[in-house]
């Protein structure tokens, strides 16, 4: 029963390739994220959306593009795969406020070879 | 833009008390929230200041000083399964997406 949902968990593809990782929310909340993470860097913003079809840029997104053509649908497109995003990718999603809190997804750990 | 500063890594007995440490810059700040992450599985959230002072949550509590851009995080009656990377994050004021540190990795002994 859990509120948010990313698919699939694990991936291998190769470089050059387009890969679409998909964050499903049951919440109903206006913003989902996409954050990716990396050892010595932390959680980074890659892209974000304030509603359907509204998004905007992290401070990672070069190489990566999303969609959300449904409130409970976040897509994270990258367009041609390169080894330097190998990484884990986190969904998250948030009410109104950032007092609330963000609830995350377990993660898709996609490797690039 | 924005950055935070933790300390990567600190170290604690069961039962003590630890306080991690966050300094931030930022153009513009909504708030200062706390994660807590087990071995790389989905972060949660712990808390949320938005004004100076100090929160408490049972074990834990959260302290932010806007005016020395400062904030902490305060783990009480250690316990070993409170070993975990935790993080603190800047919400800015516009659309309130947060920007995350890099985390303090905290490890309990017994």
């Known amino acids: 029963d859990a509120g948010i949902t990313q698919s699939p968990r694990h991936k291998v593809t190769e470089t050059g390739t387009p890969v679409t990782l998909r964050c499903h929310q049951t919440e109903n909340h206006r913003y989902m994220y996409w954050y990716r993470q990396d050892p010595g860097h932390g959680l980074r913003l890659i892209h974000y959306?304030?509603?359907?079809?509204?998004?905007d840029k992290g401070e990672v997104s070069d190489g990566y593009s999303v969609s959300r053509s449904k409130t409970e649908d976040f897509l994270l497109t990258l367009e041609s795969a390169t080894s330097s995003q190998t990484s884990v990718y986190f969904c998250a999603i948030s009410e109104d406020s950032v007092n609330y809190g963000y609830t995350f997804g377990s993660g898709t750990r996609l490797t690039v070879v | 833009g924005q950055s935070l500063e933790q300390p990567s890594e600190v170290t604690a007995v069961e039962g003590a008390i630890v306080q991690i440490n966050c300094t931030y810059q930022t153009s513009g700040f909504y708030g200062l929230s706390w994660y807590q992450q087990h071995d790389g599985g989905a972060p949660t959230f712990l808390s949320y200041n938005a004004l100076d002072g100090l929160e408490e949550t049972g074990r834990f509590s959260s302290f932010l000083s806007r005016s020395d851009s400062y904030g902490y995080l305060l783990l009480q009656e250690l316990q070993m399964k409170d070993s975990a990377s935790y993080f603190c994050a800047v919400a800015d004021n516009q659309g309130g997406k947060l920007i995350f540190g890099q985390g303090t990795e905290l490890s309990v002994k017994p």
């Open positions: 959306s304030y509603g359907v079809k509204d998004t």
